[in-house]
């Protein structure tokens, strides 16, 4: 074991504080790049190191946080981090501090955001990282540090870098939001699950906050951590006295209350942006007396998606089993054309009916697996938030999808055949995931239960071996027909309470095979699945969609005091066909009705791309107005996306799924509504703000202002106000239409109206975006406002006479 390793396993470990800011007190000016700045100062660098180590840090960290490809070539990079490892190596040796010391390679967030909030692709963004950390072990660092990422599946990134480039013990903290989230959604309970799946040393939080805003986030981490946690927050905010950054908390108070954190379980302490050598050394104080607490494995049997842990465990869960293509034609259909739309929407309509995971199975015929899988993994998690069971026999498909899925999966499966735990073990110690185990093995499915519940055994044995616990296993006593074998049920249901009793695992169960070949299999089917959740069932892989099935797991909550209320049976009663009108009754809905076809508005709201083109492009073709379809169907969901996303029940990869579908569609709509070539009015030049990426409004407005006849230069979104300038001057345009949505935007729009006043005297500038009134328009220099785009063609027709 590593020297670092040991050392973490077995005391208080205090890092260093913070450097960027230090470095603006030594002459580092705003914006500039302290890894740059270093190789030019290294004598201040290695000065600080030194006062870190002298003030009692065990681990310092080399000045690498912003060093990556992204930012440098090779060769900078190269120069950059091995000479601030060798600083704070030299810093290492020039202290004559009794305390263990050690360097650590510190990696922050490339600075570009990975898909979808932006370009930079997952395995570029590993890519990246790994460049570095060969560096760092060229080096001789004793760690990895990977702090202030605030996305999940970059901080997955930069710890799959790590582990597949070195065997460096490895922290991970990342900054959250006010609201206990990172900007991707995730949860301290969910970066958990991710991270020690993933294989961190010790994970938590840094930056963000001072460290008694920053508690209660910590405090979660201890509640579900196995892992040591780490608190390293900022010296409180920030502020701006007579020129200068200022911190609110002191060394002292700061000290104090990262003492309590100590006390309640943290036992990694350092500092961030704000905190000196003197914090340090007075936490080193602080701490004097304290021992480490014990580390409390917690065996939480728990996955996730990005944004929603989930325990199994505490009440049984519900697992949607519909993205399946066995025995379903047009499921088969939609894999082969690659119509992810379809399969989207079964995933979304399962959500409707209350699963709590997706069970996710592309195996079919003439379909590569392996390049399948990762694909709808990659699309559903962009419309769902519901945690994955990756469900495949192929582990080149599981481990391409588990590469990706930024959560912590459910494999489904491993058995007891020495090649499926061959197989699928190394798969789960290296990206984590609670593994499916079925209870068959070489020679079959035993027929009694004693010896499924033997297999279950030998499977939780060899897991160990793997270093995999048994919290990490849910077992699944497989179903049989009872059409064939009137036993078959009931070896399953012994096999279920035996492997519960005996093992403490939890279980899982496709339940629908038990009526194969019966008519009305959703009669025995219901009373089957009551009886598995009486028998302790912790996960039901079944049709959400279905009636019977539902009703009966929802009562069997409501039963047993696991339904606040009855708010789940409540809601499911009222959704049945007895209690709607009755034009509403009929059939079963098949997925195309319950899940597509709902509209376009639905389309936006759920984020289906192709879902929202192909109804806009039906509703033209059907006669509706373009402009009724852009009003009535796209607005409402994009702002009903916009209440959720501020509500904290939508998160931004929604929101961007959101605003594509609106696209997708609007693009549909633009290819219909062209312009009337008879009219030729003046020209418009057409841009969002700088700093707004925000462009369907502005887009919304260029298709209406363009079929009233201007000629639109339309710039885009994010524009300079340089740039509008140029093309206002360029066309001579009489008329400048700035859009922007944010209060953020609006000074960059008031510099743009002012620049074009100054610059061309002839241009009048009308502005728009949901963040402006006329009041406010008119504050910051308008000549015109448009609430909409009907009111921006009135503006511009003002405008053009007043011209
Ligand atoms: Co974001 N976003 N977004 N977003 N986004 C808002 C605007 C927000 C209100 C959501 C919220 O918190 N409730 C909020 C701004 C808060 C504020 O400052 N007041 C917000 C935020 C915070 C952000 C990010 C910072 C999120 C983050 O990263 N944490 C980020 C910012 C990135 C940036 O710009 N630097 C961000 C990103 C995004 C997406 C990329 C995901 C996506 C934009 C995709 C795109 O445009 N290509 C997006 C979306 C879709 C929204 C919401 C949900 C919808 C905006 C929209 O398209 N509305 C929005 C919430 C909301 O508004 N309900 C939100 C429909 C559109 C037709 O209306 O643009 O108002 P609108 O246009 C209307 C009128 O205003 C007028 O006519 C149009 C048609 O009637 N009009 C003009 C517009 N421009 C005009 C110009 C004219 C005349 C009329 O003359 C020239």
Known sequence: ???????????????????????????????????????????????????????????????????????YDGTTLETMVLTAVSDAQAARDESDAPQEKFVALDLGPTGQLLKPFGPLDFEDAVSAFAQVVRLGVRAGVDCAVIETMNDSQETRAALLAVKENSDLPVLVCNAYGSDGKLMSGASPEVMTAILEGLGADAIGVNCSYGPETMAPVVERYLACASVPVICKPNAGLPSVADGKTVYDVDAVSFAASMRTLCEKGVRVLGGCCGTTPEYIRALVRAAADLAPRSLQPKRRTVIASRSRALVLGDRPVMIGERINPTGKRRFQKALAEGDMGYILAEGIAQEERGAEALDVNVGAPGIDEAAM????????????DLPLQLDSTSPAALEAALRLYNGKAMINSVNGSEASMDAVFPLMKKYGGVAVGLTLDERGIPSTAEERLAIAERIIGRAAEY???????????????????????????????????RTGCRTVLGVSNVSFGLPAREVIGSAFLTMTLERGLSAAIMNPKSDAMRGAFLSFLALNGMDEHCAGYIAHAASLPAMQPAAAAGAPASPAQTASGKGLRYAVLKGLCAEASRTASSEL?????PLALVQEEIIPALNEVGEGFEAKTLFLPQL???????????????????????????????????????????????????????????????????????????????????????????????????????????????????????????????????RDAMAAVRCAEALEAGT
């Not at 616990?469 to 035996?498: I, N």
């Not at 073709?621 to 107005?625: L, T, W």
């Open 656 to 786: 961007m799924m959101s605003a594509e579908a609106a696209e997708a569609a609007f693009r549909e709509i633009k290819a219909r509504a062209a312009a009337d070539p008879a009219m030729q009015r003046c020209p418009i030049v057409l841009a969002t703000v700088k700093g707004d990426v925000h462009d369907i409004g502005k887009n919304i407005v260029r298709l209406i202002v363009e079929n009233y006849g201007y000629r639109v230069t339309d710039l885009g979104r994010d524009v300079s106000p340089e740039a509008v300038l140029d093309a206002v001057v360029r066309l001579h345009a009489p008329i400048c239409g700035l859009s922007a949505l944010m209060t953020t935007t609006v000074p960059a729009m008031e510099e743009t109206i002012a620049l074009i006043h100054r610059e061309a005297p002839w241009c009048r500038v009308m502005v728009g975006g949901a963040v402006l009134t006329e009041a406010y328009a008119a504050q910051i220099g308008a000549d015109a406002y448009a």
């Open 1 to 71: 074991m590593s020297r670092f390793r040991e050392f973490l396993q077995n005391n208080l470990v205090i890092l260093d504080g913070g450097m960027g800011t230090l470095l603006q007190t030594r002459g580092l000016k705003p914006g500039e790049a302290p890894e740059r700045w270093g190789l030019g100062h290294r004598d201040v660098t290695r000065a600080i190191h030194k006062a870190y180590f002298d003030a009692g840090s065990h681990v310092v960290m080399a000045n690498t946080f912003g060093a990556n490809p992204v930012r």
């Open 621 to 625: 073709d059907a006669g509706r107005d």
């Open 373 to 384: 899988l990762p694909r709808v993994t990659d699309e559903l998690q962009a419309v769902t």
């Open 467 to 501: 270093g995999i616990g048994p919290e990490s296993l849910v077992f699944d006593p497989l179903t049989m027909t009872v059409s064939t074998d009137g036993r078959a049920a009931r070896v399953t249901l012994d096999a279920l309470h035996l492997i519960r009793e």
